[in-house]
């Protein structure tokens, strides 16, 4: 407990959630736009946000494992933030507190156009199934979080603290002034 979650800034969907994504977005299965239309919030045609290639981690986190020790790293991919529950299972007792979150406009898409045309997703479901701007994380001791999230940033990933450890078991997640809870 006490400990810091430090998170790696994602370049999109990356591969978890596509499948639901093209089901939710593209008109062929059964969505909303055609593959070239740009629909607000994004900036560019739907096709290239979802197909952005997958960010690699490996050279920015083998760069901060030189300087600082890493508790933990998870890639958070299919299955989302229920793979942190995996760490617990190596200490008992433990949790995880997320509370900074700005997912790119992708993920605003996918949950409006889910309400417009499939009857929605909710915030718990969308923390299941997607990275919400996160692709990586790590844990370190919270007086190693500066140290690590320059060596991040400089390495070209943007890096933020995203949470901490708690004594409190479980995945909770503060997100839009609401608690979700994702493992009690």
Same mark, same amino acid.
Request: aromatic share 10%; no cysteine; hydrophobic share 45%.
């Given at each position: 407990p006490g400990d810091t979650i430090i998170g790696m800034r994602s370049s999109g969907i990356h591969s978890n959630?596509?499948?639901?994504?093209?089901?939710?977005?593209?008109k062929q299965w059964g969505g909303k736009y055609d593959p070239h239309d740009k629909p607000d919030p994004l900036n560019r045609e739907l096709i290239l946000e979802v197909l952005e290639?997958?960010?690699i981690y490996v050279k920015p986190l083998l760069r901060v494992t030189e300087e600082i020790k890493v508790k933990g790293a998870v890639h958070i991919t299919g299955d989302a933030y229920l793979k942190f529950e995996r760490l617990a299972e190596f200490s008992k007792g433990i949790g995880f507190k997320f509370d900074n979150f700005k997912p790119q406009p992708i993920f605003t898409l996918i949950q409006k156009t889910a309400?417009? %045309?499939?009857?929605g997703i909710t915030d718990q479901e969308m923390f299941k199934t997607f990275n919400?701007?996160?692709?990586?994380?790590?844990? %370190?001791?919270?007086?190693d979080r500066d140290k690590a999230i320059d060596i991040l940033e400089k390495e070209g990933v943007q890096a933020e603290e995203i949470g901490i450890i708690t004594d409190t078991q479980g995945i909770r997640i503060h997100y839009k002034g609401k608690k979700i809870i994702l493992k009690p």
């Open positions: 959630g596509i499948t639901l994504a093209r089901k939710i977005l593209f290639p997958t960010r309400e417009e %045309t499939h009857g919400m701007g996160w692709g990586f994380a790590i844990i %370190t001791n919270k007086a």
